[in-house]
């Protein structure tokens, strides 16, 4: 089943874009069959690898290897299980509550799907002392699934790191209760209810409870961040009157460009060269990747003056907030780059159009 459900245009996400990679460990424990329900705590430890297809929807590789044998016969072997699955993830909060541009604080991700475990180990020991063979579930296989909820913690200005906390429960869908059976002429006990020999069900006393802890590292995406951006969404008639605005800048007279985008001052003869336009998101003072490569091209040394504006939408003291904003994260990148800065100030809402613009002036 395919479902598909979107709160906000977000910007195209490439083949190799939110992606992510992950450690975690914890215990569990069997669900029935034991003294006291902590009585086998089982340690494990695990690798999560996964990719964000939509800020809502994913798919992760999970595989956890546990290491006691309880309340299990002992293997002989250091690991005595491994569980691989294959996982949808479900992030509840940008599904409820809409995606903002950037990943919350704290959030709520749902996991569910299937996986392949094995047991380690010889499939029959010996008696200690004697030449009894024992048959048992090592080295056997069988289907597994796990339901999980994640809740998350986004860190960093950049909310490239995430720790997670993460109750979950794994059944071994086809396994069986092992009795076990004496042949008298073979001298042998055998295993008559091994892994993966049994009709799958969900069935509680095949199920064990994990509470487990991981962090994760998101790579950066081709948007020059770790997570989806809300895209810039124009009409025609939009991009239609922002490239009127450029054409009237590139056709009017140098003096008045002047008066208007750095005030009155004494400057040499203005071109269309001398000028950059950096864009910006609805609502964003970020600099994207585009915005980057068009300042890289002023020279160090140079003198710049700047100007930041913001469009009609929203009300004037945030808009003006926003132009400031804007006109300051492009004065601190250039001055980053050894360009000085001589003024960088923000004129709030300019003309009746989008105009989510930062204007640097060359001189």
């Known amino acids: 089943m395919a479902v598909s459900v979107s709160a906000q245009t977000v910007t195209e996400s490439k083949t190799f874009d939110n992606i992510y990679v992950g450690i975690n460990g914890g215990v569990a424990t069997k669900m029935t069959g034991q003294s006291g329900w902590l009585s086998g705590l089982n340690a494990n430890a695990?690798?999560?690898?996964?990719?964000?297809?939509?800020?809502?929807?994913?798919?992760?590789?999970?595989?956890?290897?546990?290491?006691?044998?309880?309340?299990?016969?002992?293997?002989?072997?250091?690991?005595?299980?491994?569980?691989?699955?294959?996982?949808?993830?479900?992030?509840?909060?940008?599904?409820?509550?809409?995606?903002?541009?950037?990943?919350?604080?704290?959030?709520?991700?749902?996991?569910?799907?299937?996986?392949?475990?094995?047991?380690?180990?010889?499939?029959?020991?010996?008696?200690?002392?004697?030449?009894?063979?024992?048959?048992?579930?090592?080295?056997?296989?069988?289907?597994?699934?796990?339901?999980?909820?994640?809740?998350?913690?986004?860190?960093?200005?950049?909310?490239?790191?995430?720790?997670?906390?993460?109750?979950?429960?794994?059944?071994?869908?086809?396994?069986?209760?092992?009795?076990?059976?004496?042949?008298?002429?073979?001298?042998?006990?055998?295993?008559?209810?091994?892994?993966?020999?049994?009709?799958?069900?969900?069935?509680?006393?095949?199920?064990y409870f994990q509470l487990n802890a991981g962090i994760v590292y998101k790579f950066k995406n081709s948007n020059g961040t770790h997570n989806f951006t809300i895209a810039q969404l124009r009409d025609q008639a939009e991009i239609d009157a922002l490239n009127a605005q450029i054409n009237e800048l590139r056709n009017r007279k140098p003096e008045v460009i002047t008066k208007e985008v750095v005030k009155e001052a004494p400057v040499k003869e203005l071109r269309v060269d001398d000028l950059v336009f950096v864009t910006f998101a609805q609502g964003k003072s970020d600099l994207t990747a585009d915005a980057k490569s068009a300042l890289d091209g002023v020279a160090e040394g140079k003198h710049v003056q700047i100007v930041g504006t913001a469009s009609p939408e929203g009300p004037a003291d945030l808009n003006q907030k926003l132009s400031e904003d804007r006109a300051n994260v492009v004065a601190d990148y250039l001055k980053d780059r050894g360009v000085i800065v001589d003024e960088a100030t923000g004129k709030g809402v300019q003309g009746v159009t989008s105009n989510r613009l930062a204007v640097v002036y060359v001189k």
Do not use: C
């Open 46 to 207: 695990g690798l999560r690898i996964g990719r964000y297809f939509t800020p809502v929807f994913g798919l992760a590789v999970e595989s956890n290897v546990y290491f006691a044998n309880k309340p299990f016969g002992h293997n002989h072997t250091v690991a005595r299980f491994l569980n691989t699955s294959l996982l949808g993830t479900v992030n509840l909060s940008n599904w409820f509550g809409g995606y903002p541009g950037e990943p919350r604080a704290f959030e709520v991700v749902a996991l569910y799907g299937f996986g392949w475990g094995h047991v380690f180990g010889n499939p029959y020991v010996y008696a200690h002392g004697t030449d009894t063979k024992f048959y048992t579930t090592a080295g056997k296989n069988n289907l597994t699934s796990k339901a999980a909820l994640d809740f998350v913690f986004n860190l960093g200005a950049e909310k490239a790191w995430q720790v997670y906390v993460e109750p979950a429960v794994i059944w071994g869908m086809n396994d069986q209760t092992l009795k076990l059976d004496r042949n008298y002429y073979r001298n042998e006990w055998s295993a008559t209810g091994n892994l993966g020999h049994d009709g799958i069900q969900y069935n509680i006393n095949r199920a």
